[in-house]
């Protein structure tokens, strides 16, 4: 399943790169794009564990970027 998500407060492009990076090595997560400029977040990851693995790309990006919310 591919999805977009509109991110808050994302401030920094390296942060980005690097949140990117770190949802790209979750279990069950094909491909994910995470973009500054536009402000969204790419992710095509497994359909049966979708929820749960978003749950886990929240807790990635907490550590990256505290303030930002992907916004579901």
Known sequence: MKKKFKLQDLDCANCAAKMEEA???IDGVNDA???FMT???TIDA???RFEAIMDEVEKVCAKVEP???ILR
């Open 23 to 25: 949802i790209k090595k």
């Open 33 to 35: 794009s995470m973009s």
């Open 39 to 41: 402000q969204k977040l």
């Open 46 to 48: 497994a359909d049966d």
């Open 67 to 69: 303030d930002m919310k």
